[in-house]
């Protein structure tokens, strides 16, 4: 099972309100959806260790959870870093060379897409259009777009959200 290899970090708090939510879901058709959302809702993405924690309380497998949160693209194995960064796969970005920048991205920060820095400071995925085409390559950290980009921009970016920690 693949999933994130940063250390969990859940609390007993967090534990006690997704276990109090599966124990109300338990014997509604369906429960499996609602109760993953709950807890990404509520960790942020859906660690190993959550997964056996629905499994167990809703009477199913942890493949039929795994499967669940590997199919649906709201689902995340890994954590989100502080800063979110998205750079556009589409097409109008891919052939003005979002692949190269992506591909730098990559390098600096030693992940590659729905994956998060050790440090928890970046998070890393791959977009399809986010709507601003006429300035491709496109890339955007949480809210800020930054539009027709270029390899040899990223690093300065990227220092940029490191000093604000």
Do not use: H, W
């Not at 993953?36 to 924690?53: D, F, K, S, T």
């Amino acid at each position: 099972m693949k999933g994130s290899t940063l250390p969990f970090d859940g609390t007993p708090e967090q534990e006690t309100k997704l276990r109090q939510k599966l124990n109300e879901l338990k014997s509604t058709p369906g429960a499996l959806m609602p109760a993953m959302q709950y807890a990404q809702e509520l960790y942020g993405y859906l660690p190993y260790e959550v997964q056996c924690i629905i499994a167990e309380e809703l009477d199913v497998t942890l493949s039929e959870v795994y499967g669940v949160a590997t199919f649906y693209s709201q689902f995340s194995l890994y954590p989100k870093g502080k800063y979110k960064i998205g750079i556009c796969l589409g097409t109008a970005c891919y052939v003005n060379g979002s692949q190269n920048v992506y591909d730098k991205l990559q390098q600096l920060l030693g992940i590659t897409s729905g994956e998060c820095t050790d440090d928890r400071l970046f998070s890393l995925d791959a977009t399809r259009c986010v709507g601003c085409c006429g300035m491709a390559p496109v890339m955007t950290v949480n809210d800020d777009v930054y539009g027709r980009i270029k390899p040899e921009d990223v690093e300065a970016i990227l220092a940029k959200y490191r000093e604000r920690g």
